[in-house]
Each structure stands twice: as C-alpha cells, then as structure tokens.
C-alpha cells in the first residue's frame, strides 16, 4: 500500500513518529514535508528525536498568510499527488498543511485519512478550527481521540468513516518522557525541580492582539516573585517587536526568555514545571499526562476533558486571572488522573484499520 503523510509543523511532527513506526512494514510510506515551520527547533530536530526519515519531499513553503501558505502547499502537493498515485494521504491535528494536503488529496482522487479528527473549540476566529472542521468533512477516514470527538463528529455527520483509537500523544508523551533522563535543559539552565513555571504563547488571537500581549507582560510584572521560563516562538517574538513590548518583556527580571527547544528538552521541562501557562491544545493534553497542572489563556479549548477533569483552567488574557490562577489555584487534591485519551495503543490502532482497508 503506497502511503503518503503530509507534515509541516511541530505538532504535525510529533504525531508522525509513532505512526510511521506501525505502518512502514507493511506500506511504503512516504514523508512530505511542506516547509511550514522551517526554523531547526521546529522543524528538522523533532525528526532527528524520533528516528524518522528525512522527509521524501520538502516543498519548503516557508512563512506567508494563511491563504499564501495554503495555496502554495496545495499547488506543490497536486503535482506530487498526481505522478506518485497514492493510496492513501495521511494529515495529522490542525494546521494549513493538515487542511492543503486534505484538499489536494482530494482533488487528486486520493483517499484522506485524519489523525486528530472531530475536536472543537466551537471558536471560528481560531485558524486551526476552520483547519480542523474543513479537513474533517474532506476526509474518509476520521481517527478521533476521545469519546467527545467522537460526538462532535457524528453530530456533523460527517462523510467518512470514524474510528475512536485514543490519542496518539499518550504513546509519544511516554516515549518522550524516557529520552528526557538524558536531557540536560535543566542543568544547562539551572533550574531547580518545581520552582518555576513553564509559559508558551503562539496562537494568533493572542499574539496579533496588543491588547492580549500587554495582559500577559502585566500579569508577569505582578508575579514578579515566580520564576517563569519562556520558550519564544520565532512568529511571537515577532509579534512582540512589531508591537514596540519586547524591550517591556525583556525588562520583567522574572521572565527567562529562551529560544524553542526540542521536544525531548521541552518534556522535560513541562515534567518539572510547578504548572504550565499556555495557549497551546498540544501542551493542555501533554500537561495532563504528565499530571502538571495547566492554565489555558485562552476564551475556550478543544481538549474540554482536561477542564472538566479539574486539571486545567481557562483564565483568557486576562491579567488578574491569569495571577490569581498562578498564585492560589491548584487542582483539588481528591483527582484521580483518569485515561481520557486512551491506553496508548493508538498507533496499533490505525495500523490494524488501515491494513483492514487494503484489498
């Protein structure tokens, strides 16, 4: 069975490692890379963490619009798609390069299969919902991760067929977990174990908004008592320039601003983290994993089961609450961490549906 996966960023990535291993046995399964993320610490290193192949093809789209991004990807994805006669196209999560290779895969009479399918945040300003929703109607065959996926999708009625094998972080969050005995982020660092808190933003809603920025520079001038460890994406970094905060940022002495890191490194700092404040649906569903608890500074999130597990809040930007979520909230100590996404057999999941698939 000839077998394409189309990737271009970090999530993207992540969720290739394990599927990749269960299915190149028996396919041949090829790696498109459509240069989305092009930085090292978003792109190339996640290959070299998880042992996968140098992609087969690198339409290195770089940096653009969403419209920009996607067309090209699309135009680029057409031309292999129609002289390689794929089987089956495989798209992971929810960024552009999910939704083009969905689109072009269909247009090229290719079979599309969704890892990550049916999750909402019911929020049509977030690029990666329209992303998702889109890519999930264009597919024939919906992986969905958790029970609420699965009704989301059935409540769309959806043309392809669902499949519910649990999430494919469980099985990548463990392997993860392993390699970091060997990381050395903290030392290199000098962090103490629990003594900071671990902070990523990226999403577009907040990093276009100066509104959302200053909340969140404010919200670290106050907490001016906690440690708080900043991996900077390249576009938020810029975002920060552009907007005249960075020299505001760079001047909160409790702040460490450091360049992306590894999976394997990032893992490993989430892992000894006092908590972790983000934007990002990747780290909600990791952090729960790991049992850290997590503030989403975000109006709404896909990953509903971490909330109403008790192991994560939502607080928007807003300054107040995102310090008083720092400061006093902790999930309540009665929790039992429950298998919401699954018993990490994932990866053997899709493997045994797809093989079902085959003539």
Partial sequence: MKIASVVGARPNFIK???????????????????????????????????NLPKPNFNLKVGSGTPGFQIGEMVKRLEKIFL??????????GDTNSTFAGALSAVKSGISVAHVESGLRSF????????????TD????????????????????HVFGKVFNPGDISVEIVKVAVQLSSKSLILNNLQLVPKSYILFTMHRVENTDSAESLISVIHAFEILSEVEIVFPIHPRTL?????????????????????????YVDFIKLMQNAKKVITDSGGVQKESYLLGIPCITIRKNTEWVETVNEGWNILTDTDT???????????????????????DGRTSLVIKNSIMSLMP
Avoid at 123 to 134: A, K, S
Avoid at 238 to 262: A, H
Avoid at 320 to 342: E, L, S
């Fill in 16 to 50: 290739l490692a394990p599927i990749h291993k269960a299915i190149t046995n028996f396919s041949d399964h090829v790696i498109i890379h459509t240069g989305q993320h092009y930085d090292y610490k978003l792109s190339e290193i996640f290959f070299k963490e998880f």
């Fill in 83 to 92: 002289e390689s006669h794929f089987e089956l196209v495989l798209v992971y």
């Fill in 123 to 134: 929020d049509r300003y977030m690029p990666e919902e329209i992303n998702r929703v889109l």
């Fill in 137 to 156: 109607h264009l597919s024939d065959y919906l992986f969905a991760p958790t029970q609420t996926a699965i009704k989301n999708l059935q409540r769309e």
């Fill in 238 to 262: 810029q975002m920060f320039r552009g907007k005249n905060m960075l020299e505001r940022l760079e001047e909160c002495k409790n702040v460490r601003l450091i360049q992306p890191v590894g």
């Fill in 320 to 342: 107040n609450k995102i310090v008083n979520a720092t400061r006093d909230w902790m999930p309540p100590a009665t929790i039992q961490m429950k298998p919401i996404f699954g």
